[in-house]
């Protein structure tokens, strides 16, 4: 199984901030991560796939890079609904895998 | 608009099977490329991976349920059924099902329901 894993594990940071995640993969996996946004009691949205591609409505405001074995998701500018828990998941191979989150919480 | 929404029991006795129907619109589970997973998250903790059920009926499931889970689709009413056997309270989680369309990122949610193992 392809482990992914994620840090921070928790971080604080204010509104306008610029935050970055990173996520590494126990082998190599391409471009094959996608990046979720799951807001506190909802479901996890689907942010950037293929490492750095955008999905349709998500704000330009998130970015992906990255390949092989690490990956990073920037966000440019924290808004006040960006206070959340990330997660890295790996598209390469089953079993899918999810990393263990970054929790963002206001400083 | 794709939607799904996932439903089933929010109580379960361990050692119970647990059934849960993942009723979809906005796409047909039979269309060429189309696929919905199933994942779960305990609370307070992270999302897991359990099984996807693709639109020409390949399966896959995460070999860390030891043979517990089984996925069937009714094309009749765009449904996706996920049956996990033997369920412990380790199995307490909230349920999501969710869209994929040709790679298994997972682009459309379901709003999740928790399901309790407890005696």
């Known amino acids: 199984d392809i482990q992914l894993t994620q840090s921070p594990s928790f971080l604080s940071a204010s509104v306008g901030d610029r935050v970055t995640i990173t996520c590494r993969a126990s082998q190599g996996i391409g471009t094959y991560v996608a990046w979720y946004r799951q807001e506190p009691g909802k479901a996890p949205n689907l942010l950037i796939y293929a490492a750095s591609t955008l999905q349709s409505g998500v704000p330009s405001r998130f970015s992906g890079s990255g390949s092989g074995t690490e990956f990073t998701l920037t966000i440019s500018s924290l808004q006040p609904e960006d206070f959340a828990t990330y997660y890295c998941q790996q598209i390469k191979s089953y079993p899918l895998t999810f990393a263990g989150g970054t929790k963002v919480d206001i400083k | 608009q794709i939607t799904l929404k996932e439903s089933g029991p929010t109580l379960v006795k361990p050692t119970e099977t647990l059934t849960l129907t993942c009723s979809v619109s906005?796409?047909?589970?039979?269309?060429?490329?189309?696929?919905v997973g199933w994942i779960r998250q305990p609370p307070g903790k992270a999302l897991e991976w359990l099984a996807l059920?693709?639109?020409?009926?390949?399966?896959r499931y995460s070999p860390s349920l030891n043979n517990r889970l089984t996925l069937t689709k009714d094309t009749s009413r765009n449904q996706v059924v996920l049956t996990m056997t033997n369920v412990h309270p380790v199995d307490t989680a909230t349920y999501f099902c969710?869209?994929?369309?040709?790679?298994?990122?997972?682009?459309?949610w379901g709003q999740g329901t928790l399901v309790t193992v407890s005696s």
């Open positions: 969710a869209h994929i369309h040709a790679d298994p990122k997972f682009d459309s």
């Open positions: 906005g796409f047909s589970v039979s269309t060429s490329g189309v696929g």
């Open positions: 059920i693709y639109w020409d009926d390949d399966k």
